[in-house]
């Protein structure tokens, strides 16, 4: 259960931080990032789950939690904390661990891969925005080869 639980910690981190990669790579300096990252994190994490259970959310605000990553990280950790491996889907369903999609039933492990699905999306625009980046401008110290300083 533990190593089940650190895999889950460590998707949503590299997940997370593909996300936070990509608002570093498109914000001009460093308050910016601060600003758009706290803008966005907040929210998402309220309509996650982790405070509110989603299955008393409003309805406007569905399509953000399925589109959150942090809603089915949350959704896999009270699964895998509550280890009752017994509730049919329907259970899940109405305890807020799986997500009702017309007739498709997202469970916590189908979850987990669309989590990671985004941050593997948001690592591969960190990757195209990387290439389309233009080094020129960047000035390199003329100390050591490298740009470091000399000795």
């Known amino acids: ?40 994190t907040m929210p998402l994490t309220f309509v996650s789950g982790a405070y509110i259970p989603t299955t008393i959310m409003p309805a406007f605000l569905m399509p953000v939690v399925y589109l959150n990553p942090l809603t089915y990280t949350t959704s896999a950790f009270r699964y895998v904390a509550l280890h009752d491996t017994t509730m049919t889907q329907a259970e899940l369903v109405a305890q807020g661990m799986a997500f009702k999609l017309g007739n498709f039933i997202v469970t916590p492990a189908m979850g987990l891969g669309i989590t990671i699905l985004i941050g593997a999306f948001f690592l591969w625009l960190c990757v195209k925005k990387f290439d389309q980046a233009d080094f020129s401008s960047i000035k390199v110290s003329k100390g050591r080869p490298g740009g470091g300083p000399g000795r």
């Open 1 to 40: 259960q533990i190593i089940l639980l650190v895999c889950i910690m460590f998707i949503s981190a590299v997940s997370f931080s593909a996300i936070g990669l990509f608002l570093a790579v498109v914000s001009r300096n460093s308050p910016s990032f601060q600003t758009m990252s706290s803008m966005i």
